[in-house]
C-alpha cells in the first residue's frame, strides 16, 4: 500500500505506539484519524502533525462504545475520504493475581483491548466492504501465544483478538474479498501502559527485557500495513514465546513463574 493520500485510522492514537505510528503514517503521507480518550494529547498531536505539513483529524471516543466508534468512522469519512487502513492500537491492563481482580477490571480490559478491536473492525469493514478495498491492522502480543503471571486479562483479550482475526481472514478469503486482516504480534514495548495501568502487586510495573522503543516498534508496523501478511512476529523474544510455547509450553509455565 502507497500511503501518500490515503485516510488512515490509528485508535489508541494518543500515547505510546499509537502516538509513533501515526507520526510515521503522517510522514509516509497519509492522512491521519486520531481516535483515544485523551482530548489534550489527541489536540497536541494533531497540532504536531499539522505543523509538519500533514493531515489529522482528532476524535476523542473510548473503543469499547461501539455507537461511538462508529460514528467515529463516518465522521473520517466524510472528512478525510475513504478509509482505505485501520489499526486497532488502543489497549486497557491490569497488573495483578487473578484473584485480586475485580471482575469490573477484568471487563474493562476486555472491553477495551478485545472488543474495542472488535468494534473498530466492524466500523472499518462497514465501509471498506462496499468497496472491496482495505486493510485492517490488528495490534497484536506475544502474550496472544503465551499467558504469563499478573496479566491474566490482558492476556486473555489477545488471545481473542487472535482468535477473532483469524475467524474474520477465513471469512474474507472465502468470500473472495480484497480487504486484508493482519495482526502484528509485538514483544515488550517501552509506553506509559506501565504508567498509568492498575496494579495489585504492590511496586511498579515494568516492561520485560529485552523492551523495544515505540519507534521501532512503529516502522515495523508500517511495513506490515504496507505489505498486510497474515501475521507478523517482531523481535527475538517473540519469536521465542510463540514458538517455545508450541514445544515446551510447561517448561515455560515454571520458568516464567521463576522469574516472575
Known amino acids: 500500500m502507497e500511503f501518500r493520500g490515503k485516510t488512515a485510522v490509528v485508535t489508541g492514537a494518543s500515547a505510546g505506539v499509537g502516538r509513533a505510528v501515526a507520526l510515521r503514517l503522517a510522514r509516509e503521507g497519509a492522512k491521519v484519524a486520531l481516535i483515544a480518550r485523551d482530548k489534550p494529547a489527541l489536540s497536541q498531536l ?18 469499547s462504545d ?13 472528512t478525510l ?3 482505505e487502513l485501520w489499526i486497532n492500537n488502543a489497549m486497557a491492563t491490569v497488573f495483578s493475581p487473578v484473584e485480586e481482580i ?3 477490571e477484568f471487563r474493562r480490559v476486555t472491553e477495551v483491548t478485545y472488543l474495542g478491536s472488535v468494534h473498530g473492525t466492524m ?23 503465551r499467558g504469563i503471571p499478573l496479566q491474566a486479562a490482558y492476556c486473555g483479550a489477545k488471545h481473542a483478538l487472535r482468535g477473532f482475526s483469524e475467524s474474520l481472514r477465513t471469512e474474507l478469503i472465502h468470500d473472495h474479498s480484497d480487504i486484508r486482516v493482519t495482526i502484528v504480534e509485538l514483544p515488550a514495548v517501552d509506553t506509559p501502559q506501565f504508567d498509568w495501568a492498575r496494579t495489585h502487586t504492590g511496586r511498579e510495573p515494568r516492561p520485560m527485557a529485552p523492551v523495544f522503543q515505540p519507534e521501532i516498534v512503529a516502522e515495523n508496523v508500517i511495513r506490515a500495513a504496507r505489505d498486510p501478511a497474515r501475521e507478523y512476529w517482531l523481535g527475538f523474544s517473540t519469536l521465542f514465546s510463540i514458538i517455545g510455547n508450541m514445544f515446551a509450553p510447561g517448561l515455560l509455565d515454571r520458568g516464567i513463574i521463576c522469574t516472575r
Open 46 to 63: 494533531k497540532a504536531e502533525i499539522e505543523g509538519k505539513g500533514g493531515e489529522a483529524l482528532a476524535i476523542a471516543a473510548d473503543v
Open 123 to 145: 466500523a472499518a469493514l462497514r465501509h471498506m466492504k462496499p468497496r472491496n478495498r482495505g486493510t485492517i491492522l490488528q495490534i497484536g502480543s506475544a502474550l496472544a501465544y
Open 66 to 78: 461501539a455507537a461511538k466508534v462508529v460514528a467515529a468512522a463516518d465522521e473520517i469519512e466524510l
Open 81 to 83: 475520504g475513504p478509509i
Open 102 to 104: 475485580s471482575p469490573k
